[in-house]
């Protein structure tokens, strides 16, 4: 009831199991009235079926009438006990979050202990620790698929887990580093500086020369011109980028965001901002180092 800032709601709501309280009552007290008359034969009600089957008046046998009051008894103590009516938060004071949250520091307390035992251990030798990563591969579909995939190879702008391909760098400590406090790539947009659509259309040509494909080179060249007035301070005159930064290496034919022509152009027109979330509060540094130690396992699994 606390989001709604008016108590209309809450007396609204407790009006309304009160009034149904009291109606509940009321028929119980009128079917209780209808006794059997004094020769204890039940009178017809005057309603026939298949022409002799009749409605008799019956009163309800007591045991029935007693479950009602029984279960409106039950209604008011629960009622007393817990909230339901309206604002009235229960002589017991549960509420859901208060159960969510004691849940939570009961599996903190249980389950705690077994992530802080990774925590002085060495990321590396971490990584080929049978226990600690089927504990890591855990803590990643719950925590890292929904952006990175289930099998961890990323998606169009969420980066692929197990290659060996870094935007910022994939030694166990950076790993480490990006999961605790997040990272954000800012690759600016550069269609104005670029002089429009044609600029952009030229380092594009360039940036595809750099992964190596066929290019026009006249157009290229324009490119490259360009490319190295705007571009080198990040990706450096070769195209492999600065881990320092998150500049994409664009000599290695793997794209973050697409690597068709068109895509590229996009890239390089409106810019990019890719954002991984910080995890160090939300996860606490137990269960991210021990996701470090998973992700750099992932990436070396073929060596
Ligand atoms: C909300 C989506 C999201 C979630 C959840 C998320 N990530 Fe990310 N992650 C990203 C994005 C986007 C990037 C790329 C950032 C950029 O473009 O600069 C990234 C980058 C990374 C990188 C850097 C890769 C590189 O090439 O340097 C690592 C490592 C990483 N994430 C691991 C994880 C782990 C482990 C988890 C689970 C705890 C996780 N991420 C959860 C979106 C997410
Ligand atoms: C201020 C540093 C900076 C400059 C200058 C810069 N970039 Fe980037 N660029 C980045 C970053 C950071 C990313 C990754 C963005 C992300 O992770 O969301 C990126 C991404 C890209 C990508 C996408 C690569 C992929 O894998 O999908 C292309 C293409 C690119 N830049 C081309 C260029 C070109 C061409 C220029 C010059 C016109 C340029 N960049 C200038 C920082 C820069």
Redesign the pocket.
């Known amino acids: 009831m606390a989001d709604f800032n008016s108590e209309f709601w809450s007396w609204f709501i407790s009006a309304i199991v009160v009034g149904g309280f009291i109606w509940m009552l009321y028929l119980l007290q009128i079917n209780n009235k209808a006794q059997l008359p004094e020769d204890g034969e039940a009178k017809p009600t005057g309603h026939v079926w298949d022409e002799d089957l009749q409605e008799l008046n019956t009163p309800l046998p007591r045991w029935w009438l007693y479950m009602f009051y029984i279960t409106i008894v039950f209604g008011a103590v629960y009622l007393a006990l817990y909230p339901g009516l309206g604002s009235y938060k229960g002589v017991l004071g549960w509420s859901s979050v208060g159960e969510y949250e004691a849940e939570v520091a009961k599996a903190d307390a249980e389950f705690g202990p077994l992530y802080d035992k990774f925590l002085n251990e060495d990321l590396a030798a971490l990584a080929t620790s049978k226990d600690a990563m089927r504990t890591g591969e855990r803590?990643?579909v719950n925590?890292?698929a929904?952006?990175?995939g289930s099998d961890a190879r990323g998606a169009k702008?969420?980066?692929n887990?197990r290659d060996n391909?870094?935007?910022?760098?994939?030694d166990p400590e950076?790993?480490k580093t990006?999961?605790m406090y997040g990272?954000?790539?800012a690759m600016p947009a550069w269609e104005g500086a670029l002089g429009g659509a044609e600029g952009v259309a030229q380092v594009a040509e360039y940036v595809q020369q750099l992964a190596g494909r066929d290019i026009d080179a006249d157009v290229a060249e324009q490119g490259k011109a360009k490319f190295d007035v705007f571009c080198v301070a990040c990706h450096t005159p070769e195209g492999t980028g600065i881990?320092a930064m998150?500049a994409p290496n664009l000599t290695d034919n793997i794209w973050?965001y697409g690597g068709s022509a068109k895509a590229i152009k996009q890239t390089i027109a409106m810019g990019?901002?890719?954002?991984?979330?910080a995890?160090a509060e939300f996860?606490g540094e137990a269960k991210?180092h021990i996701?470090?130690a998973?992700?750099y396992s992932l990436s070396n699994e073929n060596e």
């Open positions: 803590l990643y925590y890292c929904v952006c990175h702008g969420f980066p887990l391909d870094w935007l910022y760098g994939g950076t790993i990006t999961i990272r954000t790539g881990q998150g973050l990019r901002e890719g954002r991984m979330p995890h996860l991210v996701l470090a998973y992700i």
